[in-house]
C-alpha cells in the first residue's frame, strides 16, 4: 500500500474516532427539537380542561417548558373550570376516594402561579394534611399527593408519614409497585422523583440509590423498558423525570445506556412527525403520551440548563417572599459508579452543612402555608436577591418565554454545524496530501 493511501487511512480512522466518540450525545442534542414539536402539537390542540387526559398534565407541560407563560390569557378557561370544581368539592376534597384528584390540580395550579390554598376562598392543599384520605388510595396517592405539596413547600403536618410510607412499601428489588410484589417500573421512578428532595436523609438516599440500581438491571437492550409486557414511551418518561430531579443525564449516563442507546434516546424514538408521541411503536399518536414526553423533555432541559426540577415550582410561586430554592445540580457525564450514587451536589436544600436528621424537614418547611418567609434570607442562583424578593420575570425567562432557546439548544445547534465541516474538511486534506505525494 502507498504512503499517501495509508495516510488517507489514518485519517479517516481519526474523523470515525471522533463521530464515535460524539455518538452518545446524539439523542442530547435531537432532544430541543422534538420537545418543540411535542409542545406545538399540545398548544394546536383543545384548550385544556380538568382531567387526567387533555387538563393538568397538560397545563404542567406547556407551563413548566415555558411555551406558555404561566400569567398567559390561555390558561384563564382551565383556571375558571377548576374554580367551579372547588367550590363544588366536599370541604376542598375534589373526590372522596382519590387524593390523586386533589394532587394532579394542585401541581397544575402551580405551575401556572395559581394558590391552591385559596380557589374562590376554597382550599384544595388541606386535606392532603390528613394522611388516612391521601393514603386511601394507595402509594400511587401518597407519591402524587407528597409531589403537590412539595411543588409551593406548603405546611403540611403528613409529610414525614408520606415519606414513611413510601419508604416503607420498597421491595427487596429495590422497585416499588401498585399492588403485589412485582416491581412497576413506572411508580418506580414516580416515587424516586417526589423522594428527591429528601435525599439528605441516610434512609432516603439509600432506598434512592436501590431504586437506581433496580432501573438500570431492568432497562431493556434499545435504551427503553418494559412494563406490563409493553414497552412504552410512558415508562421511559418517568425514568427521564425521575433521572433529571436526581441530577442524572438521561442522555449520557452510563448506567442507564444499553448498546450505545440511552432511555432519552428510547423515549425520542416514539416521536412522531406530527409531534405528537406514541404509547407504543406502531400505536399512532397518543394525548397521554405525548404530554407525559413533553413534560419529561421539558425535565431534562430544566436539568441541562441548570434551572429548578420540574416539581419545584417556586420560581413561578405567586409571593413576593419566596423559600430558599434547591441548589443547582451541576449535569455530570461520567458520575459515581455504583454502589455510591450520590450526585455532584446534595438535592435537598439545605441552611448549612449540618447533616439532616432522620426526622426533620427539608427548609422550606420552615414556611408557612402561604409560602411566606419565617426564617433564612432567599438566596436566588447564587445571588442574595435584596428584601427577600425575586423578580420572576429577568431570573426564569429563558422558562417563561417560549421563544427563547435556552444556551443547550444554541450550543447543540452550533456543534451540529461545526462537527460535520470538521469531518469534511479532514477529509479533503487527506486527498491533498495524496495529491501531493503522487
Known amino acids: 500500500m502507498s504512503e499517501a493511501m495509508q495516510i488517507l487511512r489514518r485519517t479517516i480512522a481519526v474523523f470515525i474516532a471522533i463521530c464515535t466518540l460524539l455518538l452518545p450525545f446524539s439523542g442530547t442534542m435531537a432532544y430541543q427539537d422534538v420537545l418543540s414539536g411535542a409542545l406545538s402539537y399540545l398548544y394546536g390542540g383543545s384548550a385544556p380542561d380538568y382531567g387526567s387526559v387533555g387538563g393538568e398534565w397538560k397545563v404542567m407541560a406547556l407551563a413548566r417548558s415555558g ?35 386533589n394532587a394532579r390540580v ?28 391521601v393514603k386511601r388510595q394507595g ?18 403536618p403528613a409529610r414525614n408519614d408520606m415519606i414513611a410510607f413510601i419508604l416503607g412499601r420498597q421491595l427487596e428489588s429495590g422497585g416499588w409497585a401498585i399492588v403485589g410484589q412485582s416491581a412497576d417500573i413506572d411508580v418506580t421512578a414516580m416515587a424516586m ?24 438491571e431492568v432497562q431493556s437492550e434499545d435504551g427503553g423498558f418494559i412494563s406490563f409486557s409493553v414497552s412504552s414511551s410512558e415508562t421511559c418518561s418517568q425514568v427521564v423525570v425521575a433521572l433529571s430531579t436526581l441530577g442524572i443525564d438521561a442522555g449520557s449516563d452510563p448506567r442507564f445506556r444499553k448498546n450505545g442507546t440511552s432511555v432519552l434516546d428510547a423515549l425520542l424514538s416514539f416521536s412522531l412527525s406530527s409531534g405528537a408521541f406514541e404509547h407504543e411503536h406502531g400505536g399512532g399518536a397518543s394525548a397521554m403520551a405525548t404530554e407525559q414526553a413533553a413534560y419529561a423533555l421539558a425535565a431534562y432541559r430544566r436539568f441541562k440548563t441548570g434551572g429548578r426540577s420540574l416539581y419545584d415550582m417556586r420560581d413561578v410561586m405567586p409571593s413576593a417572599s419566596l423559600p430558599t430554592p434547591a441548589p443547582t445540580i451541576t449535569p455530570t457525564v461520567a ?48 445571588t442574595l436577591a435584596p428584601e427577600n424578593t425575586l423578580d420572576a420575570e429577568a ?7 417560549g421563544s427563547q432557546k435556552p444556551p443547550e439548544q444554541i450550543d447543540d445547534s452550533l456543534l451540529w454545524l461545526i462537527v460535520p465541516g470538521i469531518i469534511v474538511a479532514g477529509v479533503a486534506l487527506g486527498f491533498i496530501f495524496i495529491k501531493r505525494r503522487a
Open 139 to 156: 402509594i400511587n396517592g401518597v407519591i402524587f399527593s407528597l409531589l403537590a405539596v412539595d411543588t409551593y413547600g406548603f405546611e403540611c
Open 193 to 216: 422523583t417526589a423522594l428527591a428532595p429528601y435525599r439528605g436523609r441516610d434512609n432516603v438516599s439509600r432506598a434512592i440509590d436501590k431504586a437506581l440500581s433496580f432501573i438500570s
Open 395 to 401: 431570573t426564569f425567562s429563558l422558562f417563561l418565554e
Open 67 to 101: 411555551h406558555v407563560s404561566p400569567d398567559d390569557d390561555y390558561f384563564e378557561r382551565y383556571y375558571e373550570q377548576i374554580e367551579d370544581i372547588a367550590l363544588s368539592s366536599q370541604d376542598g376534597i375534589i373526590d372522596v376516594g382519590k387524593a390523586t384528584e
Open 106 to 133: 394542585v401541581i397544575a395550579l402551580s405551575s401556572i402561579g395559581k394558590r391552591s390554598t385559596d380557589i374562590s376562598g376554597v382550599d384544595i392543599v388541606a386535606p392532603l394534611s390528613d394522611f388516612n384520605f
Open 335 to 382: 458520575p459515581t459508579p455504583f454502589p455510591t450514587l450520590a450526585p455532584t451536589q446534595p438535592l435537598s436544600p439545605t441552611l448549612s452543612q449540618t447533616p439532616i436528621e432522620e426526622n426533620t424537614l427539608p427548609p422550606y418547611d420552615t414556611y408557612t402555608h402561604e409560602g411566606s418567609l419565617t426564617g433564612a434570607p432567599l438566596q436566588t442562583m447564587g
